[in-house]
């Protein structure tokens, strides 16, 4: 199946250019995910594109508290938030900034922050939800974002400019797709109190990876980019986890 779409982009061309794009993308069954932008201080309101375009999940950034990150940008077209990172501030007091770790070129790894951070993990999230159907649809993604099934509602009730419908939370949609379409599936989820890895340094090495394969250190789930936890980290931890070859695994959003 087409992968979904992440991107980080500016407001490099008019919008009607985007959405003559987007239409036609949407419309072959993909769902497409947006960061909002990082000039909330610079730019309040601002509308970035292509987040901004319709048929777009336009995504912002929570800090470790599940505020709105400083910098990310609010407007009525946000749908969602994910966590961002904010590099400012050490929430977590584990003596680390509370960015996100991630990939800063093909082989080190870097805390960073930023709406671009909090795109791919609803990106993935609502990745996830097409592996489980793959046969969903655009428009039923966008169902479950607004009926609240992909989110904890936060800020103020309802969808609001900082958060759109809430804070990323793909353990209830995965249960309600589960329920709706009789699945036979099982799967683990992981939180701060039973998955702890760790970071040591800014740049974290392969010598790094294999502390945290060996659960040598701890650290704090929140501060890993959807892609270091999925691609370096949780085949370490998964054996005692599969069910039968079916497992499906979320993170709970915290």
Avoid at 115 to 142: K, N, R, W
Avoid at 220 to 226: M, Q, S, T, V
Wanted: aromatic share 10%; net charge negative.
């Amino acid at each position: 199946r087409d992968a979904q779409e992440s991107r980080g982009l500016g407001d490099v061309y008019k919008r009607q250019t985007y959405q003559n794009v987007i239409n036609d993308v949407y419309d072959r069954g993909i769902s497409i995910v947006s960061s909002s932008g990082n000039e909330a201080q610079e730019a309040p309101g601002f509308y970035g594109y292509p987040a901004s375009c319709n048929n777009v999940i336009s995504v912002a950034a929570t800090d470790y508290l599940r505020n709105r990150a400083y910098y990310s940008t609010y407007n009525d077209q946000v749908d969602i938030a994910a966590p961002g990172g904010d590099l400012t501030a050490d929430l977590s007091a584990d003596g680390y900034a509370d960015g996100i770790l991630a990939y800063d070129t093909n082989e080190d790894l870097s805390f960073l922050q930023g709406t671009s951070m909090a795109s791919p993990h609803a990106a993935g999230a609502i990745a996830v939800l097409y592996s489980l159907v793959p046969t969903l649809q655009p428009f039923q993604v966008d169902g479950l974002l607004a009926d609240g099934y992909l989110t904890d509602d936060v800020g103020d009730e309802g969808k609001d400019n900082e958060f759109g419908y809430g804070a990323l939370n793909l353990q209830k949609a995965v249960n309600r797709i589960i329920s709706d379409e009789g699945l036979d599936f099982t799967y683990a989820t992981v939180d701060t109190a039973t998955f702890n890895m760790g970071i040591e340094v800014n740049k974290p090495s392969q010598a790094f990876l294999e502390k945290v394969k060996n659960a040598a250190i701890p650290v704090d789930i929140r501060k890993l980019n959807a892609a270091v936890f999925l691609n370096k980290l949780l085949p370490f931890s998964i054996n005692n986890a599969m069910q039968n070859g079916h497992t499906k695994f979320s993170q709970d959003a915290a």
